[in-house]
């Protein structure tokens, strides 16, 4: 795996290199945003660890910037443990979201979900597509259209989606949908692991894939809400779209 650690805690970065190293891990650094996103641009990589407190171009600019050109898995780093924060971070793209100061076990784990859920290779059956009334989701190529419009969606939202496309008709619980999303096996949610801030999160991708798919996402049509369980993805009536 190859990683790209952008935070100006320099040693830090040192210590975080040393233990994920002897993990296969290559981790490279930047100090700056800026500079991150340039060496961003110039190679691939596997996983970004982001850092909100940066100098200058900050986190959540930063995420927003690597949002606009790349898929790559985000995690972002902070101190600022607030809920208000974390939700920014995934708003914007992020695919996880640690607190200072962390475990590197843990953050290593996390990376590794990470990168397991984005890449396509994931995909249980090769060439899979899945079609819920107007929507089509190719899943290995993870791409999503509605009708003839085709959909942009973040690593997360996307993952979200198919899970409730694959059981479209059926309520997907908020602990099987943050299971699910999280990279977990399959099966029911494993006791212990259930995690309230991905669970709060599930609302805000929620609302955006609302945005992106529903004619109205006041008033959704296509992802209902079943109160104190979970979603719903409405497989529409045979003709209706």
């Known amino acids: 795996m190859r990683a790209l650690l952008i935070d100006d805690d320099y040693g830090l970065a040192r210590l975080l290199r040393e233990y994920l190293e002897p993990h296969g891990v290559t981790l490279d650094h930047e100090g700056r945003g800026a500079t991150g996103l340039e060496r961003l641009r110039a190679a691939d990589y596997d996983v970004v660890l982001l850092d909100v407190m940066l100098p200058g171009m900050d986190g959540f600019d930063v995420c927003r ?102 059981r479209a008709g059926e309520t997907v619980t908020r602990e099987e949908l943050a299971a699910a999303v999280r990279g977990d096996e399959p099966g029911p949610p494993k006791p212990g692991r259930y995690d309230p801030s991905v669970d709060r999160s599930l609302d805000v991708h929620v609302s955006h894939l609302r945005q992106k798919i529903e004619a109205d996402a006041h008033t959704p049509r296509r992802i209902k809400t079943v109160r104190g369980i979970g979603y719903v993805l409405v497989r529409p009536p045979a003709g209706e779209e």
């Open 65 to 166: 910037a690597i949002r606009a050109e790349h898929d790559v898995p985000v995690i972002m780093l902070t101190a600022r443990g607030e809920d208000a924060d974390r939700i920014v971070g995934l708003e914007l793209g992020a695919d996880d979201y640690v607190p200072k100061p962390y475990n590197p076990r843990e953050l290593h784990a996390r990376m590794k979900a990470v990168v397991r859920r984005a890449r396509p290779g994931r995909a249980p059956a090769t060439g899979e597509s899945l079609r819920v009334g107007a929507l089509r989701i190719d899943v290995q190529g993870r791409r999503v259209q509605l009708g003839e419009r085709e959909v942009e969606l973040t690593s997360f939202e996307f993952r979200l989606l198919l899970v409730l496309a694959r």
